[in-house]
Nanobody, 128 residues
Framework: QVQLVESGGGLVQAGGSLSLSCAAS????????TGWFRQAPGKEREFVAA????????YYADSVKGRSTISRDNAKNLVYLQMNTLKPEDTAVYFC?????????????????????WGQGTQVTVSS
């Protein structure tokens, strides 16, 4: 069992930056691909980014590509999402998720059902 806890959310002005963290406990994240999703009020949870278990493969949603970077530190059991040039439409609860997978991430990582474990989320609010 993997427990995931997100942190780093908060209130930021448009154009600003935030770095989210996802901490894993229960077992190591080695061997687990990890993704970030977000859910705005009244909307479905949507894919943001994913990273393979070793960190060599990444996949991004078009909406954040070029503005966000997903990374991980397996020694610390942490996964990060650096978001830059934030926009009001980035406002949402951000969730991390993990999937037991020792291969590169691809379009499959966009699907919520692909993941085995989820965190509780952290709120990101971008003011205009």
């Amino acid at each position: 069992q993997v427990q995931l806890v997100e942190s780093g959310g908060g209130l930021v002005q448009a154009g600003g930056s935030l770095s989210l963290s996802c901490a894993a406990s229960g077992r190591t994240l080695i061997g687990y691909a990890t993704g970030w999703f977000r859910q705005a009020p009244g909307k479905e949870r949507e894919f943001v980014a994913a990273i393979s278990w070793g960190g060599r493969s990444t996949y991004y949603a078009d909406s954040v590509k070029g503005r966000s970077t997903i990374s991980r530190d397996n020694a610390k059991n942490l996964v990060y999402l650096q978001m830059n040039t934030l926009k009001p439409e980035d406002t949402a609860v951000y969730f991390c998720a993990a999937k037991s997978a020792r291969y590169a991430v691809d379009a499959s990582s966009r699907e919520r059902s692909w993941y085995d474990y989820w965190g509780q989320g952290t709120q990101v609010t971008v003011s205009s």
